[in-house]
């Protein structure tokens, strides 16, 4: 687990007290938190993962085409006719 997820599980648990009246159980919580933020660090960020992909030399596949054909076309027909409601 990395400096910044350490200080924001340690952020997170400073009312142990308050969670403990509530009936929470702080041991438990604990290793919840820290599997969830270690498993969140294997998980490639949105912005890398897309940054692998452009490096790859991959092309557009169709469905991709497809599913932006409607999109771009609702925007052009926005941008020409842009007070009527489609």
């Given at each position: 687990?990395?400096?910044?997820?350490?200080?924001?599980?340690?952020?997170v648990l400073?009312?142990?007290?308050?969670?403990?009246?509530?009936?929470?159980?702080?041991?438990?919580l604990t290793?919840?938190?820290?599997?969830?933020?270690?498993?969140?660090?294997?998980?490639?960020?949105?912005?890398?993962?897309?940054?692998?992909?452009?490096?790859?030399?991959?092309?557009?596949?169709n469905a991709?085409?497809?599913?932006?054909?409607?999109?771009?076309?609702?925007?052009?027909?926005?941008?020409?006719?842009?007070?009527?409601?489609?």
């Amino acid at each position: 687990m990395n400096i910044l997820n350490k200080f924001f599980l340690t952020l997170v648990l400073l009312p142990r007290k308050l969670y403990s009246q509530w009936g929470i159980n702080t041991s438990h919580l604990t290793a919840i938190l820290s599997t969830k933020l270690i498993m969140d660090d294997r998980r490639p960020n949105t912005m890398q993962a897309t940054r692998q992909n452009r490096n790859t030399g991959k092309e557009i596949s169709n469905a991709t085409q497809t599913d932006l054909s409607p999109s771009i076309t609702q925007l052009c027909l926005y941008r020409i006719f842009p007070n009527s409601i489609f």
